[in-house]
């Protein structure tokens, strides 16, 4: 059977690679002493030329910098506001020594000092409450320009949080690995996308394969099966896949280049002992770095949700500018996707996607497509400070519950924990020398 393998932010992290919106928020703080005089930088925080001896080796993350403007307030005498994160002199002109520009930026790193924050669905939270305030406001007192130029200022304030996340992953992912060569441990993943016959009429473990699938395609399994351990004893595979139509997705949420040697190795292993793997392509449905044809999508997509209606019959298209839906129509990705899920019976893999909310619309339209047969979640599995095993099962399943509307459907298609796997943690793209 196909496979469907969804590539989220985990599988980055898997490979050591600093993706993740904390690293992006930490680098931010910890290069502040820098680049504060930038322009891209003042429209997110304003420092003071006069006075940013705060500003130190020391700070690596939001918090740090919190305590040393505490401590450089203190020292000075200057009037540090711990609520909305200012700084200034007690003089009658009230001088800044420091401030947010960027509203929405701050809220998220206000998030990131209690949790892990999550940009998009924060923007999306933004976004709901401005459209109820819009809605009753306007009833009241027809206020409409002024709403409009309220989600005119959270669109541009998104837009330069994603063009600095951009420029992050730039800077510190793409151009400090090499994505040209194969990661260390590569196998250790690819075995599990590996093709060969299971040979279900013998008795192995292989047989636990069938148990990851409704008992209704049992017998179409064993007979594709047959048919595949036929063409594999006779080197007749590549005739048997092209006959049979095989082939996989990769479904890359990432806007990075770690897939693309996966794809390689599995190319040209498929041109040199054809068994090993069906023909695999990939999707980068949210975009790739660097890339006009198909730039970094960032924003929300979740049409399920019950106040989306809301917000579009607002009437206001900059309520919807940065919903993904829109964004999936400026190339052909979408419709690859859909031709696939179309076009025969498939199995999900889940590889480093949390399944959050802000992709419900499409992982609701793949997870409750009737060829959708089967979804293996690969978990993140860790130890903690008394050396016990935890892992995010069953976080997972829960998240992937959200995007069901048939709970009896959603029972039948998850794959038990006891047939799951843990991504491997290990896998590692080489570094470049610092001087490259």
Request: contains cysteine; aromatic residues 14%; charged residues 30%.
């Amino acid at each position: 059977m196909n496979k469907l393998i969804i590539i989220g932010n985990g599988f980055d992290l898997a490979h050591g690679l600093p993706t993740s919106y904390k690293h992006f928020i930490d680098k931010f703080w910890e290069n502040l002493r820098l680049n504060y005089k930038e322009d891209h930088i003042k429209e997110l925080v304003y420092v003071n030329e006069n006075n940013f001896n705060y500003l130190d080796e020391s700070i690596n993350n939001f918090s740090n910098i919190l305590s040393s403007l505490q401590e450089y307030s203190d020292k000075n005498n200057y009037k540090f506001d711990n609520g909305n994160y200012t700084c200034k002199s007690y003089s009658s002109t009230g001088n800044i020594i420091f401030e947010f520009r960027n509203n929405f930026f701050k809220k998220i790193n206000k998030k990131s000092i209690i949790n892990w924050v999550d940009i998009e669905n924060e923007y999306y939270q933004e976004l709901k409450i401005k459209s109820k305030i819009k809605k009753a406001d306007s009833i009241e007192n027809d206020n409409n320009k002024e709403h409009s130029n309220s989600i005119k200022i959270l669109n541009d304030e998104f837009e330069q949080i994603r063009s600095l996340f951009e420029n992050y992953l730039m800077e510190h992912v793409t151009k400090k690995f090499y994505f040209d060569k194969d990661p260390s441990k590569a196998n250790s993943l690819l075995n599990f996308i590996k093709e060969e016959p299971k040979r279900y009429s013998e008795s192995n473990s292989h047989k636990s394969c069938l148990d990851e699938f409704p008992k209704e395609d049992e017998l179409e399994l064993k007979e594709f099966d047959n048919k595949f351990y036929e063409a594999y004893n006779h080197r007749e595979v590549k005739k048997f896949i092209e006959d049979n139509k095989c082939h996989n997705i990769f479904l890359n949420f990432n806007y990075t280049h770690s897939i693309d040697q996966y794809c390689n190795i599995i190319k040209s292993s498929c041109s040199i002992r054809d068994e090993n793997y069906f023909p695999t392509k990939m999707i980068q449905i949210h975009g790739r770095l660097n890339d006009r044809n198909n730039q970094m999508n960032f924003g929300f997509g979740d049409e399920m949700d019950t106040d989306y209606k809301f917000i579009e019959n607002l009437d206001d298209n900059g309520y919807l500018k940065n919903f993904k839906s829109f964004k999936y129509l400026q190339n052909s990705n979408y419709k690859q996707l859909i031709d696939f899920i179309d076009s025969s019976k498939f199995q999900v893999y889940i590889m480093g996607h949390s399944c959050g909310l802000s992709d419900r619309t499409m992982l609701n339209t793949i997870f409750e497509h009737d060829n959708c047969r089967s979804i293996k979640v690969f978990y993140y599995q860790w130890k903690n400070e008394n050396e016990e095993i935890n892992d995010n099962y069953t976080e997972l399943i829960q998240n992937i519950s959200r995007h069901f509307n048939d709970k009896k459907m959603m029972r039948s298609k998850i794959v038990n924990k006891s047939l799951c796997n843990a991504l491997p943690q290990d896998i590692r793209f080489t570094k470049k020398p610092i001087h490259e």
